[in-house]
T-cell receptor
Framework: SQQGEEDPQALSIQEGENATMNCSYK?????LQWYRQNSGRGLVHLIL?????REKHSGRLRVTLDTSKKSSSLLITASRAADTASYFC????????????FGGGTRLMVKP | DGGITQSPKYLFRKEGQNVTLSCEQN?????MYWYRQDPGQGLRLIYY???????QKGDIAEGYSVSREKKESFPLTVTSAQKNPTAFYLC???????????FGQGTRLTVV
């Protein structure tokens, strides 16, 4: 069973618009991470937010975490065609050692 | 050049054969992971290891086996018991403690 589920499954926007992706998870977590995957490639780590943090920024990325709702969101501002990729959230559950489990991902297409 | 290397990039297997996928890292990470990704889907955890000579089953371990004889290496064997092995396989490593994971470029396995 997957710990995280992303919403929407697919998102298509115009260049310059903002993209928001959501992630829900089931159990209490140590931290939540977001990754990006270009088609047919490995994943690249974007940002990590700990369970005691509510918001984190990195460049054009903004991540929020609501542990009471067991949810997180990733906002990409001023999107570019090069942001086209799949985005995954991953969680490290409490009491699960190092086990990093992923959701199903959001496929983002940014049209030039 | 530090990183994580998977080989081969493409692998073809005849039905009934065992095949072994290689994963090597020189990042001095204690934790290593194997994931399976089907087309358009998220990552499902097969096995993970937090220390040499120890590993734990993930959600879909049936039909797979691993070993962790060296810190740098975490090979995955896809056995003939795995009935639907055609997929994209991703290896990752991280420091212990649920920190960011670094991914290899993946091995695409096809049963012919």
């Amino acid at each position: 069973s997957q710990q995280g589920e992303e919403d929407p499954q697919a998102l298509s926007i115009q260049e310059g618009e903002n993209a928001t992706m959501n992630c829900s998870y089931k159990t209490s977590i140590n931290n939540l991470q977001w990754y990006r995957q270009n088609s047919g490639r490995g994943l690249v780590h974007l940002i990590l937010i700990r369970s005691n943090e509510r918001e984190k920024h990195s460049g054009r990325l903004r991540v929020t975490l609501d542990t009471s709702k067991k949810s997180s969101s990733l906002l990409i501002t001023a999107s570019r065609a090069a942001d086209t990729a799949s985005y995954f959230c991953a969680t490290v559950p409490n009491n699960a050692g190092n086990m990093l489990t992923f959701g199903g991902g959001t496929r983002l297409m940014v049209k030039p | 050049d530090g990183g994580i290397t998977q080989s081969p990039k493409y692998l073809f297997r005849k039905e009934g054969q065992n095949v072994t996928l290689s994963c090597e890292q020189n990042l001095n990470h204690d934790a290593m992971y194997w994931y399976r990704q089907d087309p358009g889907q998220g990552l499902r955890l097969i096995y993970y290891s937090q220390i040499v000579n120890d590993f734990q089953k993930g959600d879909i371990a049936e039909g797979y086996s691993v070993s962790r004889e060296k810190k740098e290496s975490f090979p995955l064997t896809v056995t003939s018991a795995q009935k639907n092995p055609t997929a994209f396989y991703l290896c990752a490593s991280s420091r212990v403690g649920g920190t960011e994971a670094f991914f290899g470029q993946g091995t695409r396995l096809t049963v012919v």
